[in-house]
């Protein structure tokens, strides 16, 4: 099994650079790193705009090490053209340093900064890893009838040429082997069904497609800690994408789980007290929730699992170091 060979590392780093909120003014501690305005960084920057800007969108760079190796790789590129741009000059990331792009599915919140940002990439081809769904066009039918297009952006021939495009449905090493894709995740809980009002098109065909088989999330094992599961959406549901990390890397131990939880919502409201009982159960040391996770369902986390629960803002990063022995 391929999750087999990922490599404990000795440090990862995620820096969330898209999300939901933003607060300049939240403490961190020793793993939580929060961004704060500073002279050299104020609160209002040169364009007028919020020096980070916040949308309804989901971006991570994810920076790990092993020995004298280190790898970036970048998860997601959230909602707008310019949003993850922004955030990045804000946050000092040079878009050259990554080795690889994810796409933990294909939905605009996940995708439509894809364009921009491989404009911003240099001369190198640079690795997409992407499920074969997650180009198709997409959307949403709300009960009232209302249609929100939820469809990836299209790639000009030029941004094409930037990017050397990795298709699978199965789990892929990166970074010589410390971080692990997941490709589809198992369903195995009898409460995380899907999303009923989502629909995909396919031969120029409208389908109605709950599953959204695309949904992937990226793993790395920090050596004493656990796993770190960082989801995008995670429409294959929290518990089954924790359950199925476990099973394809043969480590029980989950040291952080952090992303979009997708449990906002009527539809998924009704899920948040049998998610949090699993969660329990699977008894993470960290549990940062963001993004399309919700106000309810972060805050029931929060108070079920305070221990573990961290408030999460675009800005933040979380690092995880090797248990010394």
Known sequence: MIGSSLL????????????NTIDVFMTGNEIVHRFSSSPNCPLVAEDGFSTLVAEHGFSALIQV???????????????????ILHNMAALGINPDDMQAIILS????????GLPGLIEKLGSHQIPLVYHPDALLDRKIIMPNRYELDLSPPKLTTCQQKKVAFIEKSDPTLLVDN????????????????????????????WENDPVIKDDQCVIVSVRGQGLVVITGCC???????????????????ICAVLGGFHLTGGIFEKIIPATIAELQKISPTFLMPGHCTG????????QAMPKAFIPNNAGTTLVFQAKQI
């Not at 404990?8 to 999300?19: A, G, L, N, P």
């Not at 190796?69 to 909602?79: A, H, K």
């Not at 106000?295 to 929060?302: E, F, P, V």
């Open 8 to 19: 404990e590392v000795d440090e990862v780093k995620v820096t969330i650079i898209v999300d």
């Open 65 to 83: 090490k092993r020995g004298n190796r280190q790898g970036v790789v970048l998860l997601d590129t959230g909602i707008s053209p310019g949003g």
């Open 105 to 112: 599915h294909g939905h605009a919140d996940h995708t439509m």
């Open 178 to 205: 410390m971080v692990l894709v997941s490709g589809e995740i198992a369903r195995t809980t009898d409460f995380e069904t899907g999303f009923p009002i989502h629909y995909t098109k396919r031969n120029d065909q």
């Open 235 to 253: 429409h294959s549901g929290i518990v089954n994408t924790i359950r199925y990390a476990q099973a394809l890397t043969n480590n029980q131990q």
């Open 295 to 302: 106000w309810s369902a972060i805050h029931q986390i929060a």
